[in-house]
């Protein structure tokens, strides 16, 4: 199949709007404008005039990214961090983006989907200790470290509190 290939020119408008409509990391942008069939020193020309422009930031699309998956996915920092590494994007980056969490706020989050897997896995799962190391299991999972799991499952799971739950 024929591959329509473009200009610097006429791909500026076309990447402009590309970057305008949602931020992007720079890898994304170099796949797009590649896939236009620009060279690689048309394409470094365009991505510094984007960059010129703040129409691609690569710390601005690191946050958005990072707040993105944990208030909407509910996804850890572990998680996040991962998948920004594989976006290519910086050290520096990925750690300002993660330290913009409210602790405490990221804490909740944690407790509240643990006792949310807790409750859906209370039938299928009689054995307390065992529905423990599950809701431990898919909170790693999901990409929270475990020292803050530790805490949640020591606040929420402990012996005493769920044989009182059974009384």
Excluded at 2 to 24: G, L, N, S, V
């Amino acid at each position: 199949m024929f591959k329509k290939t473009y200009t610097p020119q006429m791909a500026w408008p076309k990447i402009q709007q590309y970057c305008a409509y949602q931020e992007r990391s720079h890898r994304e942008v170099k796949e797009k404008l590649y896939g236009y069939g620009l060279h690689k020193t048309d394409v470094e020309e365009l991505i510094s005039r984007l960059i010129e422009e703040n129409l691609l930031n690569e710390e601005r699309y690191a946050t958005g990214f990072a707040r993105g998956k944990f208030r909407i996915k509910k996804w850890g920092r572990i998680k996040i961090k991962y998948e920004l590494k594989n976006k290519q994007i910086s050290e520096y980056n990925i750690k300002n983006a993660l330290n913009q969490f409210d602790e405490e706020e990221y804490v909740k989050t944690a407790n509240q989907l643990a006792l949310k897997k807790w409750n859906a896995i209370i039938k299928t799962t009689p054995d307390s200790r065992v529905r423990r190391n599950k809701v431990y299991a898919w909170l790693l999972q999901r990409g929270f470290e475990s020292n803050i799991i530790k805490i949640v499952m020591a606040n929420n799971f402990t012996e005493q509190k769920d044989n009182s739950a059974n009384e």
